[in-house]
């Protein structure tokens, strides 16, 4: 929808400029016409919407400080992210330092080649005032500085070396050029903090899905990137997944889109947000020009792009109703992230074979990957998907040494979760349904609207801010029955509350899909994962069940000698593989730097390691195949 840009009347008012960008800070001021003649409460998020744990983002608040009217006034600090104003009459106005050194989606960085934020690590939130439209000045480097200065040994306010500094960001423009520094806007602060922003000298990607604006910044330096092949591979995702949604109207949920990318030596990760998405990827997996084949880092950094795409209508739109509003100062707990990551996560390697970009070889790779992922800890048989959901902020997000033997992952087991319910639904119907009708129909009834309805606010809501009320987990659950005139209630329970393996195997059987189990057990195995420290070889976890487990040895171990001969980051798997099966072998270990030695009773890796293949036979099952990998995009 076309919004009129006309300026309204009261506003919650920041300026953020790049102050010091060696000392990596931001400066923000804040000002407030009209402030709580109670006294202002202002605070800052304890956690970012998309990424489950608390961060304290306010420990980052370097200094802080307010004024009213040019006087100043005191700040009253409540709690760890909550301060609070003394009285006045107005305007008040805060100014503060926000130290921007986190490398990663979630928070904020800044140095001389580019700065980056989140709402929610730089914009106070206004206590009471959430509902108002907020404006933001985004300066560039050197913009209102202090020309008294005396000090000319800081070349780092030199505008000219940041002539070329453009802004990338989905937020809308009030008073400011596309791509330019100047006044942009938002309708609440719920909605703020959803538009992260990127500013330098990035390359810019632009094409169109299905009429609607997309671009891709990509910060960091990649040489030779082709950007031909990168942008007509996102036209064909985000095309497909806005089909997917609206098969008719081929309507996209916003006006626009952005990918905000960075590209680094070595990482990966991808935050979601209602219009657009913050990547970090490695410069390796990004596309050469000349260069045409599907390399596993490109597909990797394809299907990130998918991900975060599709989550503009699962988990931005269609939200759990403990999110609507989010309570930014606590734990928010919903037992569905298995549909909101699991199911995104399904969809993600689905829409690359739907669309061609990996066939369906290597998409059966994937799916195999990923399943023996899931087998491999016995974490799945104690943890369901719903409580795995509900504990992600003390359990999947803070996983230690053990977190294979206690937790399933929500997007792992989700995504098979969604694949055992689609081919359940597409074979018992005959391929007239499928989970793409249930997504649809989560879409229509609790997510298209989402934006344009208004909360009902309680008086504890944090944010009297619009949106829709979400949706409960019984509503979820009833819709796969009522879309698809099966009873899989049951089904349903055994998959997301029950922690035995998914029936995949037979799910799979009526479309010609084979599981076939192909683990070597003719070799010993440690059942442990090691890690390389110093040379020496570190246990980093061990698998319940294994013979190092059963040994007694620990993750935190060094292994020093088996069977008396040295032990080395390097020589672990060959040194186990002159043994047999059932022999006995003397370890010693450093713990603590204490030497112990330990028995291990040499055994086989018990995890299996499917290869997942299809046959054309029989004929209908090849048709069944077939139609769940179609582009109908
Ligand atoms: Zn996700």
Not at 295 to 307: A, K, M, Q
Not at 347 to 367: C, H, P
Request: glycine share 6%; hydrophobic share 40%; proline share 4%.
């Amino acid at each position: 929808m076309a919004r009129n840009s006309k300026a309204p009347k009261e506003t919650v008012h920041y300026t953020i400029r790049p102050a010091d960008l060696a000392l990596h800070l931001f400066e923000v001021r804040l000002t407030i016409a009209s402030p709580d003649p109670e006294g202002q409460v202002l605070s800052l998020p304890a956690w970012i919407p998309g990424s489950y744990m608390i961060r304290e983002f306010a420990r980052n608040i370097v200094q802080i400080h307010a004024e009213c009217a040019g006087r100043k006034v005191k700040l009253t600090k409540l709690d760890k992210h909550s301060w609070k104003a003394a009285r006045c009459d107005g305007p008040l106005q805060i100014s503060y330092q926000v130290y921007a050194w986190d490398l990663s989606v979630r928070a904020a960085h800044l140095d001389q080649t580019h700065g980056f934020f989140n709402g929610t690590s730089t914009f106070l939130q206004v206590h009471g005032k959430e509902a108002l439209p907020h404006v933001v000045d985004i300066q560039p480097p050197g913009a209102g500085r202090d020309d008294r200065r005396d000090d000319d040994s800081d070349d780092s306010h030199d505008d000219a070396r940041y002539a070329h500094w453009r802004v990338a960001t989905s937020l809308r423009e009030l008073k400011a050029r596309r791509h330019r520094f100047g006044t942009y806007i938002a309708d609440n602060y719920d909605e703020l903090i959803d538009h992260p922003v990127e500013m330098g000298e990035f390359v810019l990607l632009r094409f169109e899905a299905h009429g609607v604006p997309h671009e891709m910044a990509i910060t960091g330096r990649v040489p030779n990137l082709d950007t031909d092949r990168l942008t007509a591979d996102l036209k064909k995702i985000c095309e497909h997944q806005i089909a997917l949604f609206e098969p008719a109207s081929k309507r996209a949920p916003m006006d626009r889109y952005v990918f905000l990318t960075l590209a680094v030596g070595d990482g990966y990760g991808g935050l979601e947000h209602r219009a657009s998405t913050a990547l970090i990827c490695a410069r390796a997996d990004l596309p050469v020009k000349g260069q045409a084949t599907m390399s596993e880092g490109y597909r990797t950094f394809l299907g990130l792009c998918s991900h975060e795409y599709f989550h503009t209508w699962n988990i931005k739109r269609i939200k759990p109703a403990v999110f609507a509003p989010y309570d930014l100062r606590h734990e928010n707990h919903t037992p569905l992230l298995w549909l909101l990551e699991g199911f995104t996560s399904y969809y993600d390697d689905l829409t690359l074979v739907r669309t061609g970009l990996i066939d369906e070889k290597a998409y059966f790779s994937l799916l195999a990957k990923t399943l023996n992922g899931v087998l491999r800890g016995t974490g799945r048989l104690k943890q369901s998907v719903a409580d795995s959901s509900f504990d992600a902020w003390t359990k999947y997000y803070r996983q230690d040494e053990n977190a294979t033997n206690a937790v399933v992952s929500y997007y792992t087991k989700g995504s098979l979760v969604a694949l055992l319910l689609d081919l359940t639904i597409r074979a018992q119907t005959a391929g007239k349904r499928s989970l793409d009708d249930v997504m649809r129909a989560l879409w229509r009834r609790y997510g298209r609207d989402f934006y344009a309805q208004t909360n009902s606010v309680s008086e504890a809501s944090a944010a009297n801010t619009p949106g829709g009320r979400g949706v409960t987990e019984a509503e979820v659950e009833a819709l796969f029955d009522e879309i698809s005139g099966l009873s899989l209630k049951a089904l349903l329970e055994k998959a997301v509350r029950g922690t035995r393996d998914l029936p995949l195997e037979a799910a799979f059987e009526p479309f010609g899909i084979t599981m076939k189990d192909g683990a070597k057990r003719s070799r010993p195995s440690l059942e442990a994962r090691t890690r390389k420290e110093n040379g020496d070889c570190k246990l980093a976890a061990v698998y319940e069940g294994g013979a190092a487990h059963q040994a007694g040895l620990s993750a935190g171990d060094v292994l020093l000698a088996i069977d008396g001969l040295r032990v080395t980051a390097s020589n672990v798997e060959s040194l186990l593989g002159r043994y047999r099966l059932g022999d006995t072998v003397p370890v010693h270990v450093f713990r603590r730097d204490e030497l112990m030695t330990f028995k291990l009773n040499l055994k086989a890796d018990s995890a299996p390691q499917y290869a997942i293949e299809s046959s054309n036979k029989p004929v209908a099952a090849a048709r069944l195949r077939k139609a769940w990998l179609r582009n109908r995009g």
